[in-house]
T-cell receptor
Framework: DAGVTQSPTHLIKTRGQHVTLRCSPISGHKSVSWYQQVLGQGPQFIFQYYEKEERGRGNFPDRFSARQFPNYSSELNVNALLLGDSALYLCASSSSGGADTQYFGPGTRLTVL | TQLLEQSPQFLSIQEGENLTVYCNSSSVFSSLQWYRQEPGEGPVLLVTVVTGGEVKKLKRLTFQFGDARKDSSLHITAAQPGDTGLYLC???????????FGKGTKLSVKP
């Protein structure tokens, strides 16, 4: 079975632009979470979705938004990019969300110039 | 605010040595997960510990969850160069049901 997949793998944008990152969870998993990992730090929680509903949101500005589709795939959108948004964006899937074990994708490396 | 403190932050050892990585918090977690991450890749799950006092073994890796479910340790016996990577602990039980990560321990095993 395929694991969590994310696209694109790398992305370069300039300040002020908008970006959309995509994630497909493990087959049968209904929950997707998004994390931001800056260099030298552990991942920081951004969003969790379960059955297309937002279940949780971390301490990120409103420029960050996400949604989950009927097939449980998800998109993370970031508007008005800042230099500080440069990071590895990780998607994790779990069968039921919450405290359930999460499995991570390879990540999308976003560089903002 | 729930925090997980990992120590040491960096560790450089010779092949064959033993090591222990610690993950500590003042908060109780319903479970704790250990991940290993290579540069530019996503974290790969090693183990989930759920019960206070639980010990799990994965080949040369031994994981322990503290009795009070506030701390955990990872012990590697006879480290090999293939063990090199960033080791992350993550506690389940954030207010949003999310994982809370430590900053990680960067391990380098030299042949």
């Amino acid at each position: 079975d395929a694991g969590v997949t994310q696209s694109p793998t790398h992305l370069i944008k300039t300040r002020g632009q908008h970006v959309t990152l995509r994630c497909s969870p493990i087959s049968g998993h209904k929950s997707v979470s998004w994390y931001q990992q800056v260099l030298g730090q552990g991942p920081q929680f951004i969003f969790q979705y379960y059955e297309k509903e937002e279940r949780g949101r971390g301490n990120f500005p409103d420029r960050f938004s996400a949604r989950q589709f009927p097939n449980y795939s998800s998109e993370l959108n970031v508007n008005a990019l800042l230099l500080g948004d440069s990071a590895l964006y990780l998607c994790a899937s779990s069968s039921s969300g919450g405290a359930d074990t999460q499995y991570f994708g390879p990540g999308t490396r976003l560089t903002v110039l | 605010t729930q925090l997980l403190e990992q120590s040491p932050q960096f560790l450089s050892i010779q092949e064959g040595e033993n090591l222990t990585v610690y993950c500590n918090s003042s908060s109780v977690f319903s479970s704790l997960q250990w991940y290993r991450q290579e540069p530019g890749e996503g974290p790969v799950l090693l183990v989930t510990v759920v019960t206070g006092g639980e010990v799990k073994k994965l080949k040369r890796l031994t994981f322990q969850f503290g009795d009070a479910r506030k701390d955990s340790s990872l012990h590697i016996t006879a480290a090999q160069p293939g063990d090199t990577g960033l080791y992350l602990c993550a506690g389940a039980g954030g207010s949003q049901g999310n994982l809370i990560f430590g900053k990680g321990t960067k391990l380098s095993v030299k042949p």
